[in-house]
């Protein structure tokens, strides 16, 4: 009766330790998640502190008047609707990351109502990232390059320093919209592990 009650003693601990799988692959998912959350942090404040810091002053010749009377102009973010739309964009996905991250590491133990609620919101989140680099890229590219058919100068000649920031700002929201899409695909591939 003695050996029994040993055994039974001793198989319990056996037992209690099988529930805690799951609480292993949430752990090994939760340090990617809050790096990369991290990352979108990062990539988004600075993406939104070259922009809002890019201004260039210069003297350009106007047309109509004689070629050495030259007219102060400045370049600045807030001079386009799409530059305004972007620091918006960014600046709410640097505020969603910062929110997640802290929701990531209180989260001990994911459940498959956060994890659905993530991937949701980083597929949301890469959406409004693309259309303001979109925006953005657009009207960088049209600075850089002009349009003759529809009689736009190019602009980036002569405010060089306003369009190596705007392109340096575009790409760091690139590489926000690429974190969110691997974001995307590790709070998808956990929750599918978890409901499989």
């Known amino acids: ?88 964009a960014l600046s709410l996905t640097g505020l969603y990351s910062i929110i997640t991250t802290v929701a990531s590491i209180l989260a001990s133990r994911k459940t498959k109502s956060i994890l659905l609620l993530f991937a949701l919101l980083d597929v949301v989140f890469v959406g409004i990232v693309a259309s303001a680099t979109g925006a953005a890229g657009a009207v960088a590219y049209i600075g850089l390059r002009g349009n003759n058919h529809v009689r736009w100068n190019k602009i980036c000649n002569t405010f060089d320093t306003f369009c190596r920031n705007i392109g340096s700002a575009v790409a760091l929201s690139l590489f926000a919209a690429i974190l969110l899409v691997l974001l995307s695909m590790t709070s998808t591939s956990t929750l599918y592990r978890k409901i499989r």
């Open 1 to 88: 009766m003695e050996s029994t009650d040993k055994h039974t003693t001793a198989s319990t601990p056996a037992s209690e330790a099988a529930p805690l799988q799951p609480v292993a692959d949430a752990a090994r998912y939760s340090p990617l998640d809050v790096v990369l959350r991290v990352l979108l942090f990062a990539a988004s404040l600075s993406a939104v502190v070259v922009m809002v810091t890019s201004k260039q002053s210069e003297m350009v010749p106007v047309p109509g008047l004689p070629p050495n009377i030259r007219v102060p102009f400045s370049a600045k973010f807030n001079h386009s609707p799409a530059f305004i739309y972007f620091v918006a």
